[in-house]
């Protein structure tokens, strides 16, 4: 499988760096850290999710799992460690390109917005630090994940199939149940009101926006 995708990705054009196991790939990462990594959750040496919480404790790069592994507790486990996207094997090799493609896009956004202020609230997605009148707020990678994708667009309404695209990918855009059971824990743990949302604002029927204003 690694060596079909080094020539598939090679012809569109990209340039590849290969690991065969866990520790070979964060090797990997240290020394070049890529604009985009693919990782399979079945690696000879250690959990595959081992690797997404390492190198998500270090950087934003974009992470799109490929694994034969189809049950939705593995696929919610990858994308709570931080995980961008999830294949399941097999697939085809222009849908991985066209997702390769959308996690590049997402990428370059993240490190243009490394610390956003909005109002008495600081996203800081280098050190995934949340804090609220300089308190922090301890979010899972999931939950900082969606807080960033509203604090880059202060004031204006996300679609729900935008926040899954952006947070889960291309593969959860109909999964609008699924963002409001993350929206409503992310909530309780930045709002003064659960019950009364005020940070984040529900726009009926279409998605959510984070309030730009001071005063919550």
């Known amino acids: 499988m690694r060596k079909v995708l080094l020539v598939a990705l090679q012809r569109h054009g990209y340039q590849v760096v290969e690991a065969s196991t866990g520790e070979q790939a964060l090797m990997r990462f240290r020394e070049v850290q890529p604009n985009v990594m693919l990782l399979d959750l079945g690696l000879p040496d250690m959990d595959g999710v081992q690797v997404i919480s390492t190198v998500r404790s270090q950087h934003e790069l974009p992470i799109i799992i490929l694994s034969a592994r189809s049950e939705e507790q593995q696929q919610i486990r990858a994308l709570d460690a931080g995980a961008n996207d999830y294949v399941t094997k097999p697939f085809r090799e222009g849908e991985l390109m066209a997702r390769v493609r959308a996690a590049l896009r997402y990428g370059p956004r993240l490190r243009e917005r490394r610390e956003l202020t909005i109002g008495d609230m600081r996203v800081d997605a280098i050190q995934r630090r949340v804090l609220i009148r300089d308190v922090e ?37 109909e999964d609008v149940q699924y963002l409001r059971v993350y929206m409503k824990q992310l909530r309780r743990k930045i709002e003064d009101d659960p019950s009364q949302p005020k940070r984040i604002v529900t726009a009926l029927g279409v998605g959510y926006r984070l309030n730009p204003a001071s005063d919550h």
């Open 137 to 173: 707020i301890e979010l899972t990678p999931t939950e900082f994940k969606l807080l960033h994708v509203l604090a880059c667009e202060p004031g204006q309404v996300l679609t729900h199939g935008q926040l899954l695209r952006e947070v889960w990918g291309p593969n959860r855009v």
